[in-house]
């Protein structure tokens, strides 16, 4: 499967943004799927995943009650929606397709794959 994420901005603290990453392939809903975030001079880090039902979903806990991560397997497309948000968001967004259904719960990039290019996401204070 072939990632593009989509929907970054410039945004004041308090705003929202929604954040779309599209999918090729006709596997797409086979697979679940994560956004991690990496920070200028910080390692990649977990924001959310979703099963491939799109029935479970787990968050970061920097993010927890913010962000809602969805899907619509109709559209090969997967969704992270952005409120609340806060300077210390500020990073470029990742989306990424689970390489196994047992890696479920795992925060690691390498149990990750099919990598987007990333999309900036600025908020401002």
């Known amino acids: 499967v072939q990632l593009q994420a989509s929907g970054g901005g410039l945004v004041q603290a308090g705003g929202s943004l929604r954040l779309s990453c599209a999918a090729s392939?006709?596997?797409?809903?086979?697979?679940?799927m994560g956004w991690f975030r990496q920070a200028p001079g910080k390692g990649r880090e977990f924001v959310a995943a979703?099963?491939?039902?799109?029935?479970?979903?787990r968050y970061a806990d920097s993010v927890k009650g913010r962000f809602t991560i969805s899907r619509d397997n109709a559209k090969n497309t997967v969704y992270l929606q952005m409120n609340s948000l806060k300077p210390e968001d500020t990073a470029v967004y990742y989306c990424?397709?689970?390489?196994?259904?047992?890696?479920?719960?795992?925060?690691?990039?390498?149990?990750?794959?099919?990598w987007g290019q990333g999309t900036q996401v600025t908020v401002s204070s």
């Open positions: 392939g006709r596997t797409f809903s086979s697979y679940g």
């Open positions: 990424a397709a689970m390489r196994a259904a047992r890696v479920w719960g795992s925060t690691n990039t390498a149990d990750f794959g099919s």
């Open positions: 979703i099963t491939w039902g799109g029935v479970t979903t």
